[in-house]
């Protein structure tokens, strides 16, 4: 049985749990975690499939300049798609660029779920929702969760049994913006917060005008723009997403009520508060829950999670309902590189924070 028809079978016990106990009006409050994977469609819908289907145009205005760049270093053009998140028009993009859908894939699924999910995502709306005395830490964590990512983007590739020299030629960008990032995040995070904000903006803008193109397209038959994908074909993806997400929203709830008392056992032993501890569970299923438990967690707890929210958001909520939807033999690689970099990251996090609640006791 494969990884994918395995995870199939946990979403359809979710989805009967959920079902079941929505239907004795949530008695156990498990039917409500269904109800709340229906709620994330709408801002999906929004977010995701209208830049799905711009993405083929935005892939031929900016293949003039990119191929040719892209090529003299060696890389593939698909690279690019590591901007955005993989759920967001990464994945798409990566491919409309591409000149080997084997390096598209690695980079649009795997890469660009850490790296482009990182940018357009978690730091835009960590900015928000994460108190500003808590900033200083929540940067710390960003940076080194994105000093983690060529690690594991490089063992999905090894994953997929791509040759070596190509997985590496085509990571130069990906350890390159890394850098700079991790540059950024150091020295002028403010700055960086602020160029990734704008970035996020114009991306969730393109996505509406996406939507409203589609719209119209389909109420009157009439094709506004070559090279659209129909919106109804995006939107069948993000359906997709959504009857992943009510399976597996109410399977986590379930495995966080079961793990509890270890979880907070294993987190006292190495120095983790239970909120801390119940992040790194909830982060992957979304990294918002997170960001607003921050201002109750220790300022470890904080660079813990936030590094491993760069690397592993998702990685059993919309990202993995959407891997599933477009390339479900990318599950594996797809899980095998989120979670390479994301125990990297909770590695170097946990080195770098051993000494940090004694000399807050200390200032204190």
Not at 242 to 251: A, E, H, Q
């Amino acid at each position: 049985m494969s990884a994918y028809q395995v995870i199939k079978i946990i979403v359809a016990v979710g989805i009967v749990a959920g079902g079941a106990d929505l239907l004795m009006d949530c008695r156990f409050h498990i039917g409500e975690k269904m109800k709340e994977g229906f709620g994330m469609a709408g801002p999906m819908m929004l977010s995701i499939a209208g830049i799905m289907s711009l993405a083929p145009i935005i892939a031929k205005l900016l293949q003039p300049a990119l191929v040719p760049a892209f090529r003299f270093i060696g890389a593939d053009p698909a690279v690019f798609g590591i901007l955005l998140g993989c759920d967001m028009g990464g994945y798409q993009l990566a491919m409309s660029l591409a000149e080997s859908k084997e390096i598209a894939r690695m980079v649009g699924l795997a890469t660009a779920s850490m790296l482009g999910g990182t940018l357009t995502f978690s730091i835009p709306v960590g900015q928000a929702m994460v108190e500003p005395e808590d900033m200083p830490y929540f940067s710390r964590g960003m940076l080194l969760g994105i000093a983690a990512i060529p690690f594991g983007s490089i063992m999905g590739g090894a994953f997929m049994g791509i040759p070596w020299n190509l997985i590496l030629i085509n990571h130069v960008p990906v350890i390159l913006l890394s850098l700079v990032l991790t540059w950024g995040f150091r020295f002028c995070p403010g700055r960086i917060v602020r160029c990734v904000e704008a970035f996020g903006n114009m991306i969730s803008k393109l996505g509406i005008v996406g939507i409203a193109i589609g719209s119209i397209s389909y109420l009157t038959g009439v094709t506004i723009i070559g090279d659209f994908t129909p919106v109804m074909e995006s939107m069948a993806v993000v359906c997709g997403m959504t009857i992943v997400l009510i399976g597996m929203l109410p399977v986590l709830e379930i495995f966080i009520r079961l793990l509890k008392k270890p979880l907070n056992i294993i987190g006292r032993k190495i120095g983790l508060d239970a909120v801390s501890t119940s992040g790194i569970i909830f982060t992957m299923a979304s990294g918002v829950p997170t960001f607003a438990m921050m201002k109750n967690m220790s300022r470890r707890g904080i660079v813990i999670n936030a590094a491993w929210s760069v690397t592993c958001a998702a990685i059993f909520g919309s990202q993995l309902s959407f891997v599933l939807g477009v390339e479900p033999e990318m599950i594996m690689p797809f899980m095998a590189a989120k979670l390479a970099a994301g125990i990297l990251a909770l590695i170097i996090a946990f080195l770098t924070t051993r000494n940090m609640e004694e000399i807050r006791e200390r200032e204190v």
